[in-house]
């Protein structure tokens, strides 16, 4: 715990010298800052990330989304980063399913079952052009994948299409990776991976379409393969839903070199639970 600060040493009046340069603008920045976010507290009201509910700080839920937000705590399986019924005790617990059917990737972690919560963030941020909730979402992340984060050399962003790209004008993905980066200092790498074919829409598709679709749609740039080879890489998407694109995604760094590919996502379906991808 933090020591009470002792009362500041007051010199006499004629040895008081001006306070350094750098000191006094530093003072006098942080002054602004605080008053401008005054002035917009008072013009715009923070408001819940999801609902638009009054709250008390910006980037942050209310106390009901925060009790539907479903968030994924221990126990969880360490490969797949789904909730467990109970806590296995020692050791990394795998599920049933990991074992059953060993994914690509090495570990997933996610912020929330995909629910109503997560689905309105997330749709806020990609269809809504909400930059703004992508920082606070990438800080839920960074901590949700602080195991996986602090072996990475690399964030990668799962890419668009360049096409969809241009009409959607950002990436969503790229964006949690960036505020990602910022806070854990994981350098971002979105030119590692791109996505060559232009892909329809997953949504409505099972996962054999959703496998069919995105076969191939994937490659490391030739350019790009000397840094990858040998590093450690965490994927970077929004929402984890049948696996197919974060599966190809996978494939295609691993079979470029990457010595390997974990996965970090804001929410994930869970054995169906959870709102409809839509």
Known sequence: MDKPSEPPFEPPHDSVREAPRPALLARAYGAGRR???????VALP?????????VNEPGCLCAGCWSRM????????????TPLPHDAGEGAPLSPAALADPPAYGRARAVA???????????????????DVAEPMA??????????????DALVPVPLHGLRLWRRRFNQSAALARFVGKRTGVPLRTGWLERRRATTPQVGLDRTARLRNVAGAFAVPEAARAELRGRRVVLVDDVFTTGATIDACVKALTRAGAKRVDVLVFARVVDGRGAPIS
């Open 35 to 41: 008053l401008a976010r005054g002035l917009v507290d």
């Open 46 to 54: 923070p408001a819940c990330m999801a609902c638009r509910a009054a």
């Open 70 to 81: 479903g968030f994924i705590e221990r126990p969880f399986c360490d490969r797949l980063g």
């Open 113 to 131: 079952v995909f629910g109503d919560v997560a689905r309105d963030l997330i749709h806020a941020l990609k269809y809504a052009d909400r930059l």
């Open 139 to 152: 800080r839920m992340m960074a901590r949700a994948g602080a195991d996986i984060l602090a072996e990475a």
